[in-house]
């Protein structure tokens, strides 16, 4: 009986989380040279729930393939259910967005980008994210969408990979933007009228 319990114990423990391991994990993400080693979707997925955790207001992904594409002008609409497609964009509401802008903007025109994360904000360390993300080419909206397109809500912030694999996957030339046009109404019979 001694024996059955120590071994429920052992497996009970084994199932929890190692609270070491997720906080180095943590450590990890909140490097300041985090962006500089890698750049996918999956790291920024991960990067803003770590500061989600900190206190960083994201309500979530928001935007659908057809949003995202008339956003952004795509000749090919991403299905977000591929992951192929999913990996190139990054969508998320947060009613902090403002503040996010003037950070951004304030991180871009400093010369180093290197401060010590530890005593700022998860608003500021994330403006601080974009600017080094932009670097390896993810765009964002705040610095604008093609065409002058608008984000299909408020609060909204849409970042995209643009590398050749994202232009030749949605804006390909050979396959044109869909036009929508008004259906007409086929000619009576007998009437030689071809609208």
Same mark, same amino acid.
């Given at each position: 009986?001694?024996?059955?319990?120590?071994?429920?114990?052992?497996?009970?423990?084994?199932?929890?989380?190692?609270?070491?391991?997720?906080?180095?994990?943590?450590?990890?993400?909140? +490097?300041?040279?985090?962006? /500089?080693?890698?750049?996918?979707? $999956?790291?920024? =997925?991960?990067? !803003?729930?770590?500061? #989600?955790?900190?206190?960083?207001?994201?309500?979530?992904?928001?935007?659908?393939?057809?949003?995202?594409?008339?956003?952004?002008?795509?000749?090919?609409?991403?299905?977000?259910?591929?992951?192929?497609?999913?990996?190139?964009?990054?969508?998320?509401?947060?009613?902090?967005?403002?503040?996010?802008?003037?950070?951004?903007?304030? +991180?871009?025109?400093?010369? /180093?980008?290197?401060?010590?994360? $530890?005593?700022? =904000?998860?608003? !500021?360390?994330?403006? #601080?994210?974009?600017?080094?993300?932009?670097?390896?080419?993810?765009?964002?909206?705040?610095?604008?969408?093609?065409?002058?397109?608008?984000?299909?809500?408020?609060?909204?912030?849409?970042?995209?990979?643009?590398?050749?694999?994202?232009?030749?996957?949605?804006?390909?030339?050979?396959?044109?933007?869909?036009?929508?046009?008004?259906?007409?109404?086929?000619?009576?019979?007998?009437?030689?009228?071809?609208?």
């Amino acid at each position: 009986m001694q024996q059955e319990v120590e071994q429920n114990k052992k497996t009970t423990n084994a199932a929890l989380p190692q609270n070491n391991t997720e906080d180095a994990d943590d450590n990890n993400v909140m +490097s300041p040279d985090y962006f /500089s080693t890698s750049t996918t979707r $999956d790291d920024i =997925d991960r990067y !803003v729930k770590v500061l #989600k955790s900190d206190g960083l207001q994201v309500s979530g992904t928001t935007m659908t393939g057809r949003e995202i594409g008339a956003a952004l002008g795509l000749t090919v609409m991403p299905n977000l259910l591929n992951k192929t497609h999913k990996r190139y964009f990054y969508s998320m509401k947060t009613d902090a967005l403002e503040t996010i802008k003037n950070e951004y903007s304030k +991180s871009q025109q400093e010369s /180093s980008n290197g401060s010590n994360v $530890d005593n700022q =904000d998860s608003t !500021v360390q994330f403006a #601080k994210a974009i600017v080094k993300l932009k670097k390896n080419q993810w765009q964002n909206s705040i610095d604008g969408l093609p065409d002058k397109n608008a984000l299909p809500q408020e609060h909204m912030l849409l970042l995209w990979k643009l590398d050749q694999e994202f232009q030749m996957t949605f804006m390909n030339p050979m396959s044109p933007p869909r036009q929508t046009t008004p259906r007409h109404k086929s000619p009576e019979k007998g009437s030689n009228n071809i609208p």
